[in-house]
């Protein structure tokens, strides 16, 4: 199944039943009096956060999402059967966008449930009318119109840590090595189309795909996926000692974050990682790691083939979240 992290579709809260005209005949007895019951309310459209990352995918061949509509009322005053209401579930940490009013809505708890779309209310019978001076109304109303919109569903990944870098900088790698997880990896550019997750030491990690440059104005990749590290509390800045122009890459990078919205990823704090240390002698690294040094820049070293730099990695991550 394919990975779905943004969706629009189309939802109806149900209208309300009508009122209705009715009359109470008693047999044997002259009186004859309004009885029209009220229709029943439309049912109401909720969203609610689960913990499944891949459940909009299901949503895909879905065109309309449907709450219930309430009944018509009945004679001897009987209102309506109100309407079902319809729960949609989305995953934690969807933003979700009212596209008629521009309402939004944050679901970052799992099992938080929140209303979405009102449905209509049940029209009025003739018994309601019913006065001293209007002894006979003939009057009923009929059920309200449910409200409706196109919703866009927009998840946001919620992890503790978001490993970023240019395309082959070992961020899949990285991610298998510190945290087990199964994440594919390859020697080409854009290995990751998704977002890959794991845990480390309780802590949730996300392995991004590759950032290019431009990619904050929608080239790449990038675009697509910079809003899920949007809501990470550590930036896991993953640069190939391959690389020709290590600093260079970095620096794409940064730029990215920098214009991206509304500049708030790159105020993130971050590990810079120097990756792939086995591909280079330690002059080299050395040398690679001053170029930072000269920027401020502290570094952590690490080889995916190296035990013991994954777990000094480990415990440096581990550290940073707290």
Sequence with gaps: MAFVDELVIAAHAGNGGDGVVRWLHLKGKEYSGPSGGNGGDGGDIYLRAVDDVN????????KKFQAEHGDAGGNRNRDGRSGEDLIIDVPVGSLVRNMATGEEFDLLTSGETQ??????RGGAGNAVFKSSVNRTPTESTPGGRGEQAQLRIELRLIASGGLIGLPNAGKSSLLN?????????????????????GALYGHVLADIPGLIEGASQGKGLGAKFLRHIARTRLLLHCVSLESEHPLADYETVRAELATFEDGALAKKPELLILTKSDTKDQKDIEQVAQLFAARGLRTVTVSVLDDAAVKSLRDAISSALG
């Design 177 to 197: 090595a510190l945290t087990g997880a199964a994440a594919k990896v390859g020697s080409y550019a854009f290995t990751t189309l998704d977002p890959n997750l």
């Design 115 to 120: 209303l979405v779309l009102k449905g209509g």
């Design 55 to 62: 459940i909009l995918a299901r949503y895909r061949g879905e």
